[in-house]
């Protein structure tokens, strides 16, 4: 469903993902990994078409997102790690402008809808404002936004950042039942080392723009001789906080600088 080949991302002389490469095939939950600064989100962009590749090669469900644009982002859902609702519309509404927006029949989205917010226990809510939800049921509302238009592919970055165990917990085994449900292929992204290990069928740890390893979470507990994937993770990236003084700090600038300048 997702396959990456030899992918570059450069900004100026700063090398933000290098020559990465994986697959991630249809129906499974694969859980990219990595410390700050070191390439997932770069990818997660070039995968849902907001970067260009500065070179190799990207398939999503066969097609390239660089010249079938419109296509692939009607193949894909997406949950950002920042909010993305609007406050002061209900649950309700939040689904409604989302499935206008991809173009959902009416009667679809209208069933869709019903049957996310109940899966996701928020249909006793969907009349209420979103900003009087808790940081838990907007998270399960973005969630249950992405699947409506029931899209193949649903890239999750951070989804349970910030959120308390029980609501983590909960999240993961609403989005468990979706995938199994219907076969949607997962991607995430997240620094919590036990949802990985528990959730996804296979991880990709990337490091330095490059993927230094990837398998099931017990190849790679093996692989590395520990274990807990939070140990496997910290061997193969290590345990101290980055440097990023003199020329990482220096690279650090020039990426962001390099990236405002895309944006305009």
Do not use: C
């Not at 069933?111 to 009087?132: A, H, I, P, T």
């Not at 909960?170 to 992204?189: D, F, G, I, P």
């Not at 990337?206 to 507990?221: C, F, M, R, S």
């Amino acid at each position: 469903m997702i396959r990456v080949q030899n992918l570059v991302k450069t900004f100026g002389s700063f090398t933000a993902v290098n020559d990465v490469s994986f697959q991630v095939e249809a129906g499974e939950i694969f859980a990219f990994l990595g410390p700050n600064g070191a390439g997932k989100t770069t990818t997660i962009k070039m995968l849902t078409t907001l970067l260009h590749p500065t070179s190799g090669s990207i398939q999503l469900d066969g097609l390239d997102p660089r010249t079938h644009q419109n296509q692939v982002r009607q193949r894909f859902g997406i949950v950002f790690q920042d909010p993305s609702l609007d406050g002061d519309l209900t649950a309700w509404e939040n689904m409604e402008i989302h499935g206008v927006l991809y173009h959902v029949p009416h009667k679809t989205r209208r069933q869709r809808s019903e049957e996310l917010l109940k899966l996701f226990e928020l249909w006793d809510r969907r009349d209420d404002q979103v900003k009087k939800f808790s940081g838990g049921m907007k998270r399960r509302l973005e969630i249950a936004r992405g699947f409506l238009h029931t899209p193949k592919i649903l890239f999750l970055d951070e989804p349970t950042l910030g959120l308390d165990p029980q609501s983590r917990n909960q999240l993961w085994s609403h989005v468990k039942r979706v995938n199994e449900a219907e076969k949607v292929t997962v991607m995430l992204t997240t620094h919590y080392m036990d949802e990985a290990d528990r959730v996804a069928h296979r991880v990709g740890i990337i490091d330095h723009g490059k993927l230094v390893t990837q398998g099931t979470p017990a190849e790679i507990k093996e692989q590395t001789e520990t274990s807990s994937l939070e140990d496997a993770f910290l061997k193969l990236t290590g345990s101290t906080i980055r440097d990023e003084s003199a020329g990482s700090a220096d690279q650090m600038r020039q990426f962001a600088k390099m990236w405002q300048q895309q944006r305009r």
